[in-house]
């Protein structure tokens, strides 16, 4: 029952010794929202994350046979199974602005650098670098505003920002999917100790990672700096929300060990893989753990209203990781070039089930947040998918496309929609009108896309 003396704002947090832990949506929030006269499903706010996975997928494995709402999972999206209600299997659709149009090789930077910009990145391995605004800036600079973070770029490779990676154009094109200008791309952060810094607000984020190391063995857990603001607002609120918010700060504190657990030891260093070099002393040397810790702070993130704009990629595109947890000791991009090889096509299907499982478990995470009548998934829009489609082929056209969450209940899902030969950026467009953000255009869109809400 709802302690109706109690009129929290949306942005409350809970302060303490320089950090600021933002709170998920409570009851007591939708209370003030209606006393203001707002209403409650208006002022639950709706986010929107893109994932991307390099290198296309296999088609056969991917796209159900029949089209509407009776749709079969094929063999590859079958983990989604349990949130097949909860999505949407956009086939039809197509960047064509990531094609050569006369600059030849380099379809893997091409791909990448248009997927969210939806423009023809300029051939070049210079400094001269130039792709264009990428959809989750453009929400970001008219809506950033509204919370802590405009926005939040996630991922497992580092950014790069110069050499060549791709026949001649730049690695900045390959390893970064969100560009604030057109000169200007958002390097993504891999650390999950950095990030889980930015959205709590630490005061390690300017250290080196050994002396990051040494100062997190002499601290507390945030929840420790912020534990007198949580025991005063835990005694006003009513039962409901006493819950939700010992399970939200358990969820935190739970992240935070996870991430202690690979931080580095006194002196920064940690013995390096023989396979390869060393990484920063916050990162997992399991790939599994790695992408599952980033994408419970993504959630987490959501959770807290600290974004409601995130990028996520799981390799840089053109990525040759191999994946021997999957018995697939051969490299990606390698097998990507199959050349209809039985024995390859095996391999590829299980890296591209494996990052389909990893989509499950992030919807499973956001399905499990309870926001207002519902929960946070049916409040977000996740787009899934790749800037290739067929890795051999090296195509633009009729890529992998999910979309996930009702994005406030505007959304229909349960469906799988087939266009014919349509503009990406036409999905693009249809999720900022429901972000209420208004453009006109975005790269070769040609309007809205169709038959999303029904």
Known sequence: MLNRSVRLSRRTVLRGAGAAL?????????AGALQAGEGTKSAIPRRMAFLYVPNGVHMPDWSPEHTGPDFRLPATLQPLEPFRKDLLVLSGLAQNNASPMGDEGGDHARSLACFLTGSHPLKTDGANIRAGVSIDQVAAFQMGHQTRLSSLELGIDPSAQAGSCDSGYSCAYSSNISWRADNLPMPKEIDPRLVFDRLFGSRTDKLSPAERAKRKRREKSVLDFVREDARQLHASLGVTDRRKLDEYMGAVREIEQRITRFEASDDGERPAPATRAARPGGIPDDLREHIRLMLDLLALAFQADATRIATFMFA???SNRAYPFLNVPDGHHDLSHHGRDPKKFEKIRAINRF????LAYLLGKL??????????????MV????GISDGDRHNHDDLP???????GGTIRTGRHIKYNALPLN?????????????VSRHGDSTGRLAMLDG
Do not use: C, F
């Open 367 to 380: 399905r499990s947040m309870r926001e207002g009548d519902g929960t946070l998934l049916d409040q977000v």
């Open 383 to 386: 787009v899934y998918g790749s």
């Open 316 to 318: 840089n595109e053109a």
């Open 22 to 30: 933002a709170l998920p949506w409570l009851e007591a929030m939708g």
């Open 401 to 407: 496309i999910l979309l996930a969450g009702r994005g």
């Open 426 to 438: 036409n999905l693009y467009l249809s999720m900022l009108d429901r972000m209420g953000v208004k």
């Open 355 to 358: 990052h389909v499982e990893q």
